[in-house]
């Protein structure tokens, strides 16, 4: 098995592989001031396991294409779908977020929770925005800083794994010069890290473990997960998902 293989197995029996909560995804939802009589065209790029592509089509009325580039995700949020009587809401799509095999404007709203920095933030916001009808919604979370000034080590940790991080304000430009006009902006509080995400990510690691006979590689990759843990334990307070939600201005 690859890396890539492992990870996904680690994150495939939870509901999120980021970090994020059912209550937040209605939050933005709302911030988004979306008609819910209206029939909706979404997309959810980097659906994962789907629990934001249910909410959406649980909320709203609305057909959400939930993308993702790994298959053994689809086929779970395909089960989870099924079993909400979902199935007629959803599609699942295997395709790259780079790439998408979508049309100009054939979206109302594009929602991606915990996956945009795979693109950059700009990058992602300036590309999916053709896919977005004219006054289109855009809602995507992002690694921000919650602070202007923050510790040495977080801050240096930050610049290695993800240089594109900043502050919401830098971020919110971003927003404004890929084409949109905000209507809101959040962090993610503690217990969509603690809760939603880190303690159903411990559960999963030691039947990962023995699924692996504890090999090398699976015990690097629950390491790094628990060294992640650690460190959000340690300096959460200085950074989180922050949710942007606008609206594309053309
Ligand atoms: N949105 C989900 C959630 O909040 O639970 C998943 C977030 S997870 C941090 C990022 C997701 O993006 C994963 O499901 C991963 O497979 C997907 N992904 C990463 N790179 C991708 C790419 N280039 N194209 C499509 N999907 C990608």
Redesign the pocket.
Known sequence: MTEFDLL?DL?LG???????SDEETRRAINLARLDPRERLAIA?????????ALVLARTLNAQVIA????EP?LERLGTRAAAEGMSDHIEPVL????SLPFTDSQFDLIW????IY??GFAEGLRAWQRLLRPGGTVAV?EITWTTAHRPDPIEAYWKREYPGIATASTKLQLVEQAGYEPLGVFFLPRDCWENH?YKPLRSAIPKFMQRHGNSDAAQQIAEAEQAEMTLYREYGRWYSYAFYIARKTT
């Open positions: 996904i994150h939870n509901a999120r592989q980021g970090p994020g959810d790029i980097g659906c994962g396991t789907g629990s934001a993308v993702d580039f790994a995700f395709a790259q977020m780079e991606s929770e915990g996956a795979n693109m979370s995400y």
